[in-house]
Structures are given as structure tokens and as C-alpha cells.
């Protein structure tokens, strides 16, 4: 077996890890948060895409070291030049862009970003978003996790990410139902064409609860799927949601007597209701 070949790069705020792959398939793996006591994010989820992919994909991660929702402008530019270049020198046929929280919208981002040369001829083109805010603002009107992070995002890029998602691309949003604010987040996206959301259970760390359940390396395997998010319910356990799961967030939230929320409860599976239900 050869030296496990790795690359280190740095663009402004943002970093960029590549172990080169033998097949035209590239997996794109987004950062979120990560543990807030040390300066900066960890790449993540490089174990467990070597585990699910071996030499055969090119593994690509990136992570936002400002902690700003990939809306930092110092290196931006550079870091899709650079990913758009790889994937031309490399002739990429087949991308998967995938990330956690902020992790999430940071494939969002990217996967409207990357230049049109890269994306033009894909045959695959996949985005799936765990966990993710679709409203991103400063001041969040019903969410208020990492509030002082969001206070220094920099201006959100224009347009607005949800009015120009890339064309080309199949977007699959997964949200879990034991997340109140993540639930709300996913309704407002939940009737959109263009989008598949799908739910999980457990709470905000899909990627964990995966891991947990040993079922992290089958996710991953499956980004690459003309059908992805239909692979993703079959092989992997998530599920469409339901009227009634957005229904008990929104009563939950507006504050609504328990009666009424137990009420709304009692359309879902006991294994589609939320924790506590």
C-alpha cells in the first residue's frame, strides 16, 4: 500500500484539506462549529470517508475558521478557485457536497459557488445539508443557539442563498425532529420544489446519532446516488416528514397548552414524535 498522500491549504478564513482519490468522484465535506473552546474547527469527518470510500474518491475538506457560515469574504474567492481548478485537472464527473450545522449551510454555499467550468458537465451533482439554519440571521427571530457567532457574521452574500441554489444540483435537507429550532428552520423550506427535506430522529448531531447507530459509513456511501435522498430513507433510516411534525413545532414554539400539542402528537408514529411525546 502506498504513503496516504494528504494536502494542506489555507485561503484567508477558510482551510482546505485534499487526499486525491483514483476515480472521477469527489466528496466535499463542509465544517461546522466544532468544539468552541479551541481557536479554530477540525476537519471533519476525514476517518470516516476513508473508512466508506478508501483510494477511490477524491476526499476534499473545507473548514470555516472564522466560525461565520462560510459568509467570510477573505479567501473565499481563492477557495473555489481552487476547488473548481481540482475538479477540472482531476476530471470530476460526480460531486457530493455534504455538512453538519454550520457545516451545512456552508455546502449550501459552496455548491452555488463553485465555478460554472466545474459544474457544468457533472453527471452527479448532490448536495445534503444536516441540521441546517435556512433562515440565517444576525438576530434570529425564533432561534437563538450561538447567538454572539451570528451577531459577527459578516453581510450574507447576495443574492440571498435560498433565491439561487445551483440549478443543476439535487439538494436533500435532513432536519431531526428532537430539535425544535432545526424543525422550524426545515418548514420553511419543507414546500419547495427543488428541495427534498427528509427527517431523522434524535437530536441536532445527525452525524453522532449515525455513528452511534454504526450506520455513518452506509450515509456516506450513499451521497453519490442519482436518487440520493431516496437511498437515504431506504438504506439509511430517515424519513419524509409529516403536517403534523412542523404543525407541533410551530405550537410548541407559539407556546400552546400541552393538551393541544399531545393532540397534534397523536397523528405521528410513536417513532416519528419528538422526545417528550
Not at 114 to 141: D, E, G, M, Q, Y
Amino acid at each position: 500500500m502506498g504513503m496516504l498522500r494528504v494536502f494542506m491549504y489555507q485561503f484567508g478564513s477558510f482551510g482546505l484539506s485534499i487526499k486525491p482519490g483514483e476515480q472521477p468522484y469527489a466528496v466535499v465535506v463542509c465544517a461546522g462549529i466544532g468544539d468552541m473552546t479551541k481557536p479554530h474547527p477540525n476537519f471533519e469527518m476525514r476517518d470516516s470517508c476513508q473508512e466508506a470510500f478508501g483510494d477511490s474518491v477524491h476526499q476534499l475538506f473545507v473548514r470555516d475558521m472564522s466560525r461565520a457560515w462560510y459568509q467570510h469574504p477573505e479567501g473565499w474567492d481563492a477557495l473555489l478557485e481552487a476547488l473548481g481548478a481540482y475538479c477540472l485537472e482531476h476530471s470530476i464527473e460526480h460531486v457530493a457536497i455534504m455538512g453538519l450545522s454550520m457545516g451545512g449551510y456552508g455546502a449550501l454555499e459552496l455548491s452555488r459557488a463553485l465555478p460554472f467550468a466545474a459544474t457544468a458537465s457533472l453527471k452527479t451533482f448532490n448536495v445534503v445539508a444536516l441540521s441546517t439554519r435556512t433562515r440565517l440571521l444576525p438576530i434570529p427571530a425564533f432561534d437563538f443557539r450561538n447567538t454572539e457567532l451570528l451577531r459577527q457574521i459578516p453581510p450574507l452574500r447576495q443574492p440571498p442563498l435560498w433565491q439561487s441554489l445551483h440549478s443543476g444540483a439535487h439538494y436533500t435537507l435532513v432536519f431531526a425532529i428532537d430539535e425544535l429550532e432545526d424543525t422550524l428552520h426545515a418548514w420553511h423550506v419543507a414546500r419547495r420544489q427543488d428541495i427534498q427535506v427528509l427527517a431523522a430522529t434524535g437530536s441536532h448531531n445527525i452525524a453522532h446519532q449515525l455513528r452511534v447507530e454504526g450506520k455513518l459509513t452506509l450515509f456516506l456511501q450513499q451521497l453519490f446516488s442519482p436518487s440520493v435522498s431516496a437511498r437515504l430513507v431506504e438504506e439509511v433510516g430517515f424519513f419524509p416528514p409529516k403536517p403534523a411534525h412542523f404543525a407541533l413545532a410551530i405550537a410548541r414554539h407559539d407556546g400552546y397548552p400541552v393538551a393541544q400539542q399531545e393532540h397534534i402528537a397523536t397523528s405521528l408514529t410513536h417513532s416519528e414524535r419528538p422526545d417528550g411525546f
